[in-house]
Structures are given as C-alpha cells and as structure tokens.
C-alpha cells in the first residue's frame, strides 16, 4: 500500500533551466544539476522545484516540475530524487501521474509524461498528481506538487495544416468528406502521411477511390485483413500554394463515432534521423 506523504512543499517563484533529460520520464535516475537560464525567446527546458513527499518510515522523494517551450508541444514531466533517511542504498525514481498547468485564464491537463499543444508565453501554474517509486524498491509516496514556470519562447509557427468541409456525421448514414492538406512552409518537401481513423466499436467504414490511401493492412502474413474504420494517405506534392485534397467517405451504423485524423511530415535536417513532427486535424463529432 502507497505510504501518504506527511509534507507538500509549493515551489518557489523562478525557473531552472535543465538538459533534456529532465523531461525523459518516467524513468528511473535523479535530477540532473541546473545550468545557467537560457535566453529570453530561445527554446528551453525549464524546471522549478515542486515538493518533497515524505513517508513515515524515512522515505522521501524531491520533485522537480519540467516544462519544454519554443515549438509546438509543450511537454510536462516530473523528475525525482528520492531514499530513505540513514540508508546508504542509491535510489533510481520512477514518476508517474497526471498534472495540470493554468496559463492566461484557460487550463491544460495531461499525463506524466506528456504534450499538449503549447499555447505561448507566459506563466504556468502547474499542478502534479505524482506517485513516486524506487529502484530498488523501498520507496513508494503518493502526493500533490506544484511549481510555477514562466516560459519566454514565441509558439512556433505551424508549418502544415489541415481543414475539412464539415465536420459533423449521422447515425446510420454515409458522409462525403474532403480534406485539404497544407504546407505553409519553405522549410521541409512535398512528402506527409495523412490518416484518419473512427472508433472501432462503433461499426464506422471509411473508405475512398483516392489511389494514395489504403485501409491499414493488419495481422500475421499471409492474412489479409484491414481496417475497415481507419485510412492511411501518402501524400507526394505538397508546396506552399499547391494544397492536396483527399475525399473520404465515412459510414456510420446505428452507433455513434468520432473521427479524429492527423497529418505526420517531414522537415529535413540533412540525415538527421529525428526531424519532422505531427500535426491533429479537425475532430468529427457524431449528432
């Protein structure tokens, strides 16, 4: 049973900027050591300390709160430090939990590690569920934590987007949908994977003549079975100026679904194996 912490400790007002290892998490290690502030505007990781659980058998854990900023995920983790008091034994801590961020009136929430879109600059206060264990176990602590992080970073500019004629479906009924898909910037080429993808529980069909869109092939060869409520899109020719367009066809039964899509794409950085980024489309709901 998770021991319940004795103290919860609010940060102080200010921020610390940590390596990109901070926001590797869960994981099991401790805080790497803060480095000098970053420049205002210039992308960063930023930390504040969050709190220290205590247990009643010596355990503690010191949470930090991490905050990417500057492009277009702003990305939440919870790094510890965690022992028992009078033991010589080297923990490795493991967070895992939920956190929410308040930011200009409105509030984000998200899982631990976890993005969301980023919405800018400006102060977040930040709040952590977190539950705190160690390798080698001797230390399990549930709490809350909160910090506060002023990030400076300009929220990046979307490179892509992408639009669609409407965006509500009928029971029992077939809808025909076109998508546009573009790419706004000089920066990357003309290659994306544009897919879409309804509930599977639902009985939802999505299909199209495009010849650039498959149904997911799925199983073990030579099985040749697809997934009838999701389609997959390469798409070849995008430029600034030349948008591609995708027509769909979505069949709902009596039951309702949802349909969400997203867009995945290239930004070349020479051979650069991590480039490029994802981008949510809009969210088709059921009336």
């Not at 400790?9 to 998490?25: D, Q």
């Not at 510890?80 to 493991?94: H, L, P, V």
Request: glycine residues 12%; hydrophobic residues 35%; charged residues 15%.
């Amino acid at each position: 049973m998770p021991i319940r912490p004795t103290t919860v400790l609010k940060a102080f007002t200010g921020v610390m900027a940590l390596p990109l290892l901070a926001l590797v998490a869960p994981a099991w290690g401790r805080p790497p050591a803060a480095l000098p502030a970053s420049a205002a505007g210039e992308p960063a990781t930023l930390c504040a300390p969050a709190g220290t659980l205590r247990g009643a058998d010596g355990e503690y854990a010191q949470i930090g709160l991490c905050a990417d900023s500057g492009g277009l995920r702003l990305t939440l983790s919870a790094p510890a430090s965690c022992g028992r008091a009078g033991s010589g034994t080297t923990y490795g801590c493991r967070t895992t939990g939920t956190w929410t961020a308040r930011h200009a009136g409105n509030t984000l929430t998200g899982t631990l590690p976890g993005p969301v879109e980023y919405p800018g600059p400006g102060t977040y206060d930040l709040t952590a569920s977190v539950h705190v264990r160690s390798q080698p176990a001797g230390v399990d602590l549930q709490g809350t934590v909160q910090a506060s992080l002023t990030m400076t970073a300009p929220r990046a500019e979307p490179t892509h987007a992408i639009t669609v004629n409407r965006t509500t479906l009928g029971r029992a009924t077939t809808t025909t949908l076109t998508y546009t898909i573009r790419r706004d910037s000089e920066d990357g080429d003309g290659s994306a994977r544009f897919g879409l993808i309804g509930e599977e529980a639902s009985g939802t069909r999505i299909s199209t003549t495009d010849p650039r869109c498959v149904n997911p092939l799925v199983g073990h060869r030579p099985q040749t079975t697809r997934l009838p409520h999701a389609l997959d899109c390469a798409l070849t020719r995008l430029q600034p100026g030349r948008p591609e367009k995708v027509t769909v066809r979505v069949s709902l039964g009596p039951e309702c679904s949802t349909v969400v899509s997203k867009l995945g794409y290239w930004m070349p950085d020479g051979q650069t194996l991590y480039t490029g980024g994802m981008l949510p489309g809009p969210k088709l709901t059921c009336v």
